[in-house]
């Protein structure tokens, strides 16, 4: 079945606990991304890659890495979490990475708490 | 610069009503692609339509339908006879062409009331 994986679904840490988030696709996309969900806010992209070894940072970038070492997997990385980064995440991927052709395939989101 | 607007953050209707969800985007391309997506209470988020900016046909698929207008910049969706499990967040989407990101807008959340 083709789909975008990520793991863990939910997370409570404590601030200042390194912590990444998986993200998986089996479809061979070439374009991956990560959203962050907010109240109010909808979602806001926070870094994409447009294939291997190829990333740049989304619309909220700060306090997060990434990393495309393979095709199907794009982690998320929060090097020091923080309160401000409790949020619902999203991993997507589309085929190519002008995504206007190709659907954007969602995981089944993330949900983290940072107290 | 690239904006989606989706005005009504919460709208309520009773089973079997029509509905119409509104979305105005804006951007300067003139080569774009307009989405809209689902999230029902379980949180994810369900592909629903993909509108290239070449194609001003409206579209139905059951009991959804959409409207485009490039001249209002506008995309609303419309739920014929809604039911209740068309209860859920809506999201509009914009994506221009090349290496941008797809921009949502706020969300309008949809209670059905049976």
């Known amino acids: 079945e083709a789909q975008v994986t990520q793991n863990p679904r939910y997370l409570i840490t404590v601030t200042g606990k390194k912590l990444t988030v998986t993200c998986s696709q089996n479809?061979?996309?070439?374009?991956m991304s990560w959203y962050r969900q907010d109240p109010g806010l909808g979602l806001r992209q926070i870094y994409y890659?447009?294939?291997?070894?190829?990333?740049d940072k989304g619309d909220v970038p700060e306090g997060y890495k990434v990393s495309r070492k393979e095709k199907r997997n794009f982690p998320l990385i929060l090097e020091s979490p923080s309160p401000n980064q409790t949020s619902l995440y999203f991993c997507?991927?589309?085929?190519?990475?002008?995504?206007?052709?190709?659907?954007?395939?969602f995981g089944p989101g993330t949900r983290l708490t940072v107290l | 610069a690239q904006k989606v607007t989706q005005a009504q953050t919460e709208i309520s209707v009773v089973e079997k009503e029509d509905v119409t969800l509104d979305c105005v985007y804006e951007?300067?391309?003139?080569?774009?692609?307009l989405f809209w997506y689902k999230q029902p209470p379980s949180g994810e988020l369900v592909f629903l339509i993909r509108?290239?900016?070449?194609?001003?046909q409206n579209e139905i698929s059951g009991r959804y339908s959409w409207n485009f207008q490039k001249s209002t910049s506008s995309f609303n969706f419309t739920i014929t006879a809604s039911q209740v499990v068309d209860s859920a967040v809506y999201f509009c989407?914009?994506?221009?062409?090349?290496?941008?990101?797809?921009?949502f807008g706020k969300g309008t959340r949809l209670s059905v009331i049976a």
């Open positions: 997507a991927s589309s085929l190519y990475a002008s995504g206007g052709y190709n659907e954007q395939f």
């Open positions: 989407a914009l994506l221009n062409s090349g290496n941008t990101p797809l921009v």
């Open positions: 479809m061979n996309h070439e374009y």
């Open positions: 890659s447009m294939n291997v070894e190829v990333t």
């Open positions: 951007t300067r391309d003139t080569t774009y692609y």
């Open positions: 509108r290239n900016s070449f194609d001003e």
